[in-house]
């Protein structure tokens, strides 16, 4: 056996075919487009001049350091088509912050990777053989790898496929092939991430507020008129973000059975109903979705804002409600520092948040209070407080996997839909629905419901398409290809008691426009200019879009009656458009600057945050 591992160690020469085999799965799992084949050259061409360089050097230290550089290599790898699996992308150096998160019991993000296998660790095998091989490759007709002009050669190979790398990965400008090369191939992508990271941090110091003001003002689309204003001027406000609501199953029946009655109801009497909003959340999920809604800002594609920005100064609609004389509460029922939100909180201006340590835990499903509950104890401390007051309440029992306890459970499905995903989501949905219906009559039998706007919105989406059996079970479900368009959109409904109209808004929106849609209807003011959402009441409907921060890349964009999705290269011209709801391919000519427009509002808002500029307009007492 010994003697077999020793044979094995001294075939150097394996370490060429398993270092291809390596980058086909890891470019088959990161599905590179077939006509980029020669991509993975470049990775290869990196590679060999690293172990050549090590080999030929042959010192102890440069087998080291050979060693520390493949293991990297290799666990960047396996860690990118985990990551990808779930989000679409490769991950990024900022996750590195976010690694608490991906692997707190309960995240999305760590029960997906639960549920999916992590085929990528397969990746790894190799690396106890390659340092061996690598060694041993120093091993052989050593001499005239010593010499001068051998060390010299490798030297320079080793320094133009830096070179090549470097200019690739840092230069914006570049175009055509070079920046798709930018975005697929191993190297050069990591390498870019990590400059944009550091360059990122540069510029935060050198920002020109006139022209982001100017930029604000010109591409963030304006709502004209007074529809509606100040109709809900004075009311208590419960603002809702229900945790994985995707719009589809609203007003959806299963066997006969309504997955959503109670919100069915709303929707016809005293309500808004906004069905073509789609979620704006980034890297930071349930936290990021809270961000874009309560402050009219773009997450970033980083990692989350809840973390990132966490110091920075706010002026969204807690602080706004608070000069009107409100007072601000947040009701979760999970650990408060999930997602940093006990002191994300504090700086957005909710004054009191009360969490699992608040609340009573008197019935758990997943990992916290279930919803029911939560509604019914927040009107118990609601009913006690002066009036009027801003409620923000987060729920938690359409969790992802859904699995609830067979009490809370009042579907009936088939053995078709019985323990899949999909049916374990609709029972869980169903669930939420009743939650908001009990809510509804909490608030009546507490005297609060005439005073009180109801509004409430989605997350993010409840059912990932990037998983196979997700994305057969949907389409199934739905009739038609499970796509963006369902997968993003998400409900939005403000219930306003005696408003006497019911109107369906299909103005195209995101969770950004609910802060500024809101301030609309309850006359509020906001006093500063950095504000990316538009008044979904008085937008006219051509002038509705959406760009989403995560899942579709940046430069996708929806507007009207379809979605774009940028290419998964960057470019334009290899994305595609796709009417709304048909799934009907549609020609991308004269698409092009709506979707730098998309690029252009994330990366601004991002550098508004990243220079902190509120502070400037806003000074808190
Ligand atoms: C946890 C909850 C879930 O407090 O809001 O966050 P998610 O995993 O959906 O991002
Ligand atoms: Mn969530």
Redesign the pocket.
């Known amino acids: 056996m010994k003697e077999k591992m020793n044979q094995l160690r001294k075939m150097w020469w394996l370490a060429f075919p398993v270092f291809v085999l390596k980058l086909v799965l890891y470019y088959r799992w990161m599905e590179l487009p077939k006509s980029w084949i020669w991509v993975p050259v470049i990775t290869l061409g990196f590679f060999l001049t690293v172990f050549e360089l090590a080999s030929g050097w042959d010192t102890r230290l440069s087998h080291i350091l050979f060693l520390i550089f493949y293991s990297l290599f290799s666990l960047v790898m396996t860690i990118d088509t985990i990551y990808y699996a779930y989000f679409g992308q490769f991950v990024s150096i900022n996750q590195l912050w976010q690694i608490d998160s991906l692997f707190t019991a309960?995240?999305?993000?760590n029960l997906a990777g639960a549920l999916s296998i992590p085929w990528g660790l397969i990746l790894l095998l190799d690396l106890p053989f390659m340092a061996e091989w690598q060694k041993a490759r120093a091993g052989i007709s050593g001499k005239w790898r010593r010499t001068i002009w051998w060390k010299g050669g490798t030297v320079l190979c080793f320094a133009a496929m830096v070179g090549l790398v470097g200019v690739i990965s840092v230069n914006d400008g570049l175009d055509g092939d070079f920046m798709r090369i930018n975005h697929l191939e191993f190297v050069t992508c990591h390498t870019n991430d990590f400059y944009t990271t550091v360059a990122g941090e540069i510029q935060k110091a050198n920002v020109n507020t006139d022209e982001i003001k100017k930029i604000i003002q010109e591409n963030v689309p304006k709502a004209e008129g007074d529809e509606l204003h100040g109709v809900a001027k004075g009311k208590n406000l419960i603002l809702i973000q229900v945790?994985?609501l995707n719009t589809w199953t609203i007003g959806k029946s299963y066997n006969g059975q309504e997955l959503t009655p109670n919100i069915n109801q709303l929707i016809q009497n005293n309500s808004l109903y906004f069905s073509k909003v789609f979620s704006s959340s980034g890297k930071g999920?349930?936290?990021d979705a809270e961000f874009a809604a309560l402050n009219s800002l773009y997450p970033t594609t980083v990692r989350e804002c809840y973390r990132m920005y966490v110091n920075n100064t706010y002026n969204g609609l807690p602080w706004i409600l608070r000069s009107e004389g409100y007072e601000t509460m947040a009701f979760?029922g999970?650990e408060k520092e999930?997602?940093n939100r006990n002191i994300a909180y504090k700086n957005q201006g909710i004054q009191t948040f009360y969490s699992e340590s608040e609340l009573e835990m008197t019935e758990k499903s997943g990992f916290?209070l279930t919803d029911k509950e939560m509604f019914r104890q927040a009107v118990d401390v609601l009913k006690e407080k002066e009036e009027p007051w801003f409620a923000f309440m987060?729920t938690?029992t359409n969790?992802i996997p859904y699995e609830l306890d067979e009490d809370l459970c009042s579907l009936k499905l088939d053995s078709s839909e019985d323990g899949t995903l999909a049916g374990h989501y609709m029972q869980a949905v169903r669930y939420t629905d009743e939650a908001i219906g009990m809510l509804i009559e909490y608030l009546k039998e507490a005297g609060l419901y005439e005073d009180t706007i109801i509004a409430f919105y989605g997350?993010?989406q409840g059912l990932n398409k990037e998983t196979g059996s997700v994305q057969r079970k949907m389409t199934q479900l739905l009739g038609r290809e499970y796509d963006y368009d369902e997968m993003m959109r998400i409900p939005f409904l403000i219930h306003i008691p005696g408003l006497e109209e019911a109107r369906t808004i299909d103005t195209v929106g995101g969770q950004i426009d609910i802060l500024p849609t809101l301030a609309n209807l309850m006359d509020l003011s906001v006093k500063q200019d950095y504000i990316f959402g538009s008044d979904l009441v008085n937008l006219a409907r051509e002038d509705g879009f959406y760009a989403p921060v995560t899942y579709m890349p940046v430069g996708s964009f929806m507007k009207n009656d379809f979605f774009y999705e940028l290419g998964r290269d960057g470019t334009f011209e290899s994305g595609r458009r796709v009417e709304l709801f048909t799934g009907k391919e549609l020609s991308l000519t004269g698409w092009k600057d709506d979707s730098e427009r998309a690029k252009l509002l994330i990366e601004t808002s991002k550098k508004v945050l990243d220079a902190n500029l509120m502070k400037e307009e806003i000074t808190h007492e």
């Open positions: 309960g995240t999305e993000t945790e994985s999920n349930t936290s979760h999970y999930f997602w916290g987060i938690l969790h997350d993010h």
